[in-house]
Nanobody, 124 residues
Framework: QVQLVESGGGLVQAGGSLRLSCAAS????????MGWFRQAPGKEREFVAA????????YYADSVKGRFTISRDNAKNTVYLQMNSLKPEDTAVYYC?????????????????WGQGTQVTVSS
């Protein structure tokens, strides 16, 4: 069992930056691929970014490519999402997810564990 706790959300002006963190419990964190998803009010959950177990492979949604960066520190059991040049349309609850595979995935159903989410609000 893996427990995930997100932090780092908040209110920021358009053009600003935030860094989200996701701390994971468990000794096998380094063998899990990790992902970030988000859900805006009235919309379905959508993929944001994913990273393989080693960090060697990363994937991004087209809407965030070039602005967001996913990374991980296996020694700290933590995955990060650096968000730059934020836009009002980035406003959502952001969720961290873990997959019991070393290869990353972009579909939510491929993930086994989810955090509670952290709110990100970008004002115009």
């Amino acid at each position: 069992q893996v427990q995930l706790v997100e932090s780092g959300g908040g209110l920021v002006q358009a053009g600003g930056s935030l860094r989200l963190s996701c701390a994971a419990s468990g000794r096998t964190f380094s063998s899990y691929a990790m992902g970030w998803f988000r859900q805006a009010p009235g919309k379905e959950r959508e993929f944001v970014a994913a990273i393989s177990w080693s960090g060697g492979s990363t994937y991004y949604a087209d809407s965030v490519k070039g602005r967001f960066t996913i990374s991980r520190d296996n020694a700290k059991n933590t995955v990060y999402l650096q968000m730059n040049s934020l836009k009002p349309e980035d406003t959502a609850v952001y969720y961290c997810a873990a997959r019991e595979r070393v290869v990353a995935a972009i579909r939510g159903y491929e993930y086994d564990y989810w955090g509670q989410g952290t709110q990100v609000t970008v004002s115009s």
